[in-house]
C-alpha cells in the first residue's frame, strides 16, 4: 500500500451512485463530490438552527440513493468486509437516515412556524450589520482579516453569540458587526439551492453589504460575475440596502486598466437604488481600506448619528 494514500477523495463534479461505489471500492477511502464538498463548506458558514438542519437535510437527500446503491451490491456479494461486516451495517444506517431525515423535517417545520430563527439571525440586536459577499477568491476574508486584526473592539466577551464568521469592530467609535460569508457560487447544484439561500440568510437582515469583486479579472468575468451577484441578491431579498462595492486586488492591474474597469463597474450597477458607492481596494497592500471604512460609517450614518448625540446633549434644558 502507499503510504501516501489520502484519507479522502474529492471529486470536484457530480457523482452517480455507482461511480462513486467504483472508486470507493477501488480505493477503499470515504469519496465526497462536489454536492458534498459545498455542503461541508455550508456547515461552517450556517449562522442559524435551521440553516444547519437544512444543509443536513440535504446532505441525507444527496447521500441516501448512494447508500441504496451500496445496499444493492452488498446483497449481491460485492462488498465484502466493507462499511462493516455484509449489508447489516449500511441497512441500519440507512434506517438511521431516514429516520433523522423525518426529524428534521419536522423540527424545520416547527421553527419556520416560530420564526425564532429571524430572531436569532439578529441576536446581537441593536448593532448594524455589514455583510461581505462576492465570488470565491475576490478577497472577501483577506478584507474582513484586514479590517478586523484593526478595529476589533475590546471587551468581546459582550458578544458571547458571536459565530466565528461574525466579529464587532469599531467605525467612527460604533459598534458594528462584520459579517464574511460563504459569499456567491456559480452553477450551484439545484438540489442545495435551499440551503445554499439559508445559509445567505442573514444577507437579507444586513444593514449594508459589501459586495467583493475583483477587479483583475477581465472585463467578460466581472461583467458575468457582477451580474449574476446582483441576481443572487434579488432572489434573497436583499436589493434595496446598501450596497458598497469593493473592486478588489487593484494592486495587480495598470492604472489604465484600472480606470477603465472601474467605469464598466459604475456602468453595471447604474440602474441600482440607492446606487452603491465603489472603491478601489488591496487586501494584500491596505490600501483603500481606510475609504472602504468611511464609506460603511457613511452609508450607515455613523458620523451623522455621532453628530446628533453630541448636539442633543449639548442642548440646554
Ligand atoms: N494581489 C492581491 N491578492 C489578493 C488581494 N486580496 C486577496 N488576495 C488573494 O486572493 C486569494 C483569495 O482571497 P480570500 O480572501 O481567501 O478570498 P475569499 O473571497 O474569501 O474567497 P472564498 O472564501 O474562497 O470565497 C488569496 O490568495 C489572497 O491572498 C489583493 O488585494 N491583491
Ligand atoms: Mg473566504
Known sequence: MREDKPSI???YGD?????SFQITKKAMVRVIDRVLLILEIFTKHAGTREALLQIEMARIKHELPLIRELIRRSKLGELPGFL????????SYYKHLTSRLSKIRRELEKLRLTRRYRL???????????????????????????????RRIVG?????????????????????????????????PPEII?????????????????????ISEDDHTIRDKVRAGIKTLAKLEALGI??????NKVDKIEPKILEYRLNLLSNLVDNLKPKPTIIPTSATLGSGLNELVEAIAKTLGLSMRRSEVVEHAEKPF
Open 120 to 150: 436569532e439571525s439578529r441576536r446581537e440586536k441593536g448593532f448594524p450589520h455589514v455583510v461581505l459577499v462576492g465570488y470565491a477568491s475576490a478577497g472577501k476574508t483577506s478584507i474582513f482579516n484586514k479590517l478586523t486584526g484593526d
Open 15 to 19: 457523482l452517480k451512485p455507482s461511480s
Open 194 to 214: 435551499e440551503a445554499f439561500h439559508i445559509v445567505l440568510e442573514e444577507i437579507k437582515y444586513s444593514d449594508a453589504i459589501i459586495f467583493v469583486v475583483d
Open 9 to 11: 477523495i474529492i471529486f
Open 84 to 91: 462493516g461486516p455484509g449489508g447489516y451495517a449500511i441497512d
Open 156 to 188: 468581546e466577551e459582550y458578544f458571547t453569540t458571536l459565530h466565528p464568521k461574525h466579529t464587532a469592530i469599531k467605525v467612527n467609535g460604533f459598534n458594528i458587526i462584520l459579517i464574511d460569508t460563504i459569499g456567491f457560487i456559480r452553477d450551484i
Open 242 to 247: 446598501p450596497l458598497i462595492i469593493a473592486a
